[in-house]
């Protein structure tokens, strides 16, 4: 009887075997129930080399018996050392590495505050010289403008750098403000969180352009703010006997700030008209509104750009013009205020 039954085991072990295998190389598509019914049944034997390998490899030292001793793995330790030094070394290296990864990061962070810490302070000098200012600010957030000096049309909200040789000379805004603004006194002037961007020269319901300081039809008086921090000498005319003489000094803080007029150019940069070389502007000196009555309807003090470049006139050598860069990229402006002066709310 018992005979009869490891046979007929044996026989269905067989014909699942058989099947399965013709279901694989047969049918490989279709009958997969029969490699599915086969598969409990033949897991002990497929996994019997892994059940043996993990059981061989839990009594390996069982079996293989101590394999060194005290004095061997001293020797063994002395004559590893080099290699445990060098690994050592090498790890120290590796930490002095992130160490200063780290200080970089620090370092560039703390920048970062510093820049943001600046354009807070930049942005309370625009609210304080306003304080002072009876007007109303309109925000508004840019949608679109010209970003070409070729003028071909098109959106410019994308963040980033310019391309090279153009500027940002229109500005299309979406004002908070059902009707149309009141231009019949000039345009109006739009500022950024810190400086001076342009001017609104049309306008209609909830809606405004800007031409900003950059388009070659913009044109305004200024002031030039010398910066002391900046050694130089200047050249000033003083009464002598009833009549001027002019003497040269050194630069102090209380020496006036120097006007003149600028214009855009269509492109990344505007440019004054010439004045006296012998005021003696520096690169890195502070261009900003000059006040009522010369230029925007603004107050004096908020910045427009920075001088980055001073230039001969090549047929008046006593005569310079100077180039100035936009204190912000103003591809970069997103939100902007229209300041409408007091006297100009009720229109």
Partial sequence: MRSLRTLTTRRILAVLLVGSAVSCLAMPRGWAWPRNLAGPLLAPLSHAGTYVGLRVARNVRALGGETIDDELAERLLVEHEPIRRRLLAQQDRQTLDRLAALERQVVAYEQL????????????????????????????????????????????????????????????????????LPLEMGGLAVLSQTCLVGRVVQSGAWCARVQTILDEGFRS???????????????????????????????????????????GQGTDRMLSDELPARVNILPGDLVGTPGMGRGLLLP???VLGRVVEVIPVANNPSHVRLSIEPAVPLETVERVYIVIPKWEQNR
């Fill in 113 to 180: 505050v510093a820049g943001l810490q600046e354009q807070l302070t930049d942005t309370r000098g625009w609210s304080g010289a306003l304080q002072e200012f009876p007007c109303m600010l309109v925000p508004a957030v840019v949608i679109g403008g010209d970003a070409s000096v070729h003028r071909d049309s098109r959106l410019v909200r994308r963040f980033g750098p310019a391309p090279v040789g153009s500027a940002v000379t229109t500005r299309d805004l979406v004002t908070q403000r059902p009707t149309a």
């Fill in 221 to 263: 008086a200024a002031i030039v703010y010398r910066d002391p921090a900046n050694p130089r000498e200047i050249e000033v005319d003083v009464q002598e006997g009833g009549r001027r003489v002019p003497i040269r000094k050194a630069l102090e803080p209380d020496d006036p700030a120097v006007p003149v007029v600028v214009h």
């Fill in 300 to 302: 004096p003090g908020i």
